[in-house]
Nanobody
């Protein structure tokens, strides 16, 4: 069974950067579309970015465009989320999810994901 493990979260000042990693084990990631999601306190989980098996990125949040970049390195079985110019509203637990599908969905669907990691917390104080 595919297992996902996120890392790279932490406390960062506004305007700072973090790079989150999603490392897979059990199976190769190269057959899965991978989505980064996040859940802020008291809010529903939302999609952030997805990357297809052909490395095509789909951004789900207007607020992230130009600030977040998703990339995958299949040789390392890892997907990264580079986050720049972080804002307090980016504070959340960030999860990666894998879907047994080549392409990303146009709209994030929680129920469509097949595997989840346990998350990594990002805190940007106001």
């Amino acid at each position: 069974q595919l297992q996902l493990a996120e890392s790279g979260g932490g406390l960062v000042q506004p305007g700072g950067s973090l790079r989150l990693s999603c490392v897979a084990s059990g199976y190769s990631l190269d057959r899965y579309a991978i989505t980064w999601t996040r859940q802020a306190p008291g809010k529903e989980r939302e999609g952030v970015s997805c990357i297809s098996i052909t490395h095509k990125a789909t951004d789900y949040l207007d607020s992230e465009k130009g600030r977040f970049t998703i990339v995958r390195d299949n040789s390392k079985n890892t997907v990264y989320l580079q986050m720049n110019s972080l804002k307090p509203e980016d504070t959340a637990v960030y999860y990666c999810a894998a879907e047994r599908h080549a392409m990303c969905r146009d709209v994030f669907e929680y129920s469509g994901m097949d595997y989840w990691g346990k998350g990594t917390r990002v805190t940007v104080p106001s």
